[in-house]
């Protein structure tokens, strides 16, 4: 099992900015996929940004231009700069790994990022 570890959350106001990492616990990112989820309240989780192996990246429109992923295959590890940050945008957000042709697939524990004044 591929533990993942995210960090970063947290309370901030409308317009400021928040890092979200989210570290692995063995080195897999190189091949995995990697990818940001949330999920607010009576609502389905959605994908956020994702990230393939081949270092494109795939946005939400809800965020293109204030969201930026990243990864950091020596780390093991995955971000999210999110810039600009509205109230729509408070969920608890998830890291998630996969791959597909393993049919592997871990998610991080959630972390809840709140914006408001």
């Known amino acids: 099992q591929v533990q993942l570890v995210e960090s970063g959350g947290g309370l901030v106001q409308p317009g400021g900015s928040l890092r979200r990492s989210c570290a692995a616990a063995?080195?897999?990112?190189?091949?995995?996929?990697m990818g940001w989820y949330r999920q607010a309240p009576g609502k389905q989780r959605e994908l956020v940004a994702v990230i393939p192996s081949g270092g494109s990246t795939t946005y939400a429109d809800s965020v293109k231009g204030r969201f930026t992923i990243s990864r950091d295959n020596a780390k093991n590890t995955v971000y999210l700069q999110m810039n600009s940050l509205k109230p729509e945008d408070t969920a608890v957000y998830y890291c998630r790994a996969y791959w597909i042709v393993a049919g592997d697939d871990y998610w991080g524990q959630g972390t809840q990022v709140t914006v408001s004044s």
């Open positions: 063995r080195s897999i990112f190189t091949i995995y996929t």
